[in-house]
Antibody
């Protein structure tokens, strides 16, 4: 059974940093793209960033709103995905979801998010 | 970024109604489009991928279609469990984007 479990959320002040973790199980972690998606209170879904699979060198992509402040990484030995967030702003307040992207065996792998974690709340307050 | 314009933002319906939600992409995305259902306090659930393919375990009353850059999610006969918010998402470009959501309420 595929499971994604986020941790590391909490309350921080603007300008501070926070690292979210996502523990993955039930599938071959290195074969899939992995993503972070967030949802501000009462708002819609916003894609945050991606880590591609091993075959694509675990390269990353980011939404313009977080590029240069957030970093997505993996620890393959622990089947864990991370989101390092720095220079946090009040507008980063949201529930952050870890989501499994497509299985990939080439260099172009379009696909949806088929499994999601339960989400973790990050609150940035001044 | 590719913009996804979803309509309506809110939809009032009754059990048994046929419901249609539309999503329009700002440029061609082929059929690289997914639909998700989200209930309050829960993570989204994948319903449809590649515009019209039904995810395993999703009831057959859900269907998706595409015409150019316009995509449609149809619920053939609305059930009590279907009252939720629905999102479209394109995965054509490196920068993934969602529609603004459609809340289906009683």
């Amino acid at each position: 059974e595929v499971q994604l479990v986020e941790s590391g959320g909490g309350l921080v002040q603007p300008g501070e940093s926070l690292r979210l973790s996502c523990a993955a199980s039930g599938f071959t972690f290195s074969d899939h793209y992995m993503d972070w998606v967030r949802q501000a209170p009462g708002k819609g879904l916003e894609w945050v960033g991606r880590s591609r699979n091993k075959g694509n060198g675990y390269t990353t992509e980011y939404a313009a709103s977080v590029r240069g402040r957030f970093t997505v990484s993996r620890d393959v030995s622990k089947n864990s995905l991370f989101l390092q967030m720095s220079s946090l702003k009040t507008e980063d307040t949201a529930v952050y979801y870890c989501a499994r992207g497509p299985y990939c065996n080439s260099n172009f792998c379009p696909g949806p998010f088929d499994y999601w974690g339960q989400g973790i709340l990050v609150t940035v307050f001044s | 970024d590719i913009q996804m314009t979803q309509s309506p933002s809110t939809l009032s319906a009754s059990v048994g109604d046929r419901v249609t939600i539309t999503c329009r992409a700002s440029q061609s995305i082929n059929t690289w489009l997914a639909w998700y259902q989200q209930k309050p306090g829960k993570a989204p659930r994948l319903l449809i991928y590649e515009a019209s393919s039904l995810e395993s375990g999703v009831p057959s009353r859900f269907s998706g279609s595409a015409s150019g850059t316009e995509f449609t999610l149809t619920i053939s006969s609305l059930q009590p469990d279907d009252f939720a918010t629905y999102y479209c998402q394109q995965y054509h470009s490196y920068s993934l984007t969602f529609g603004g959501g459609t809340k289906v309420e009683i």
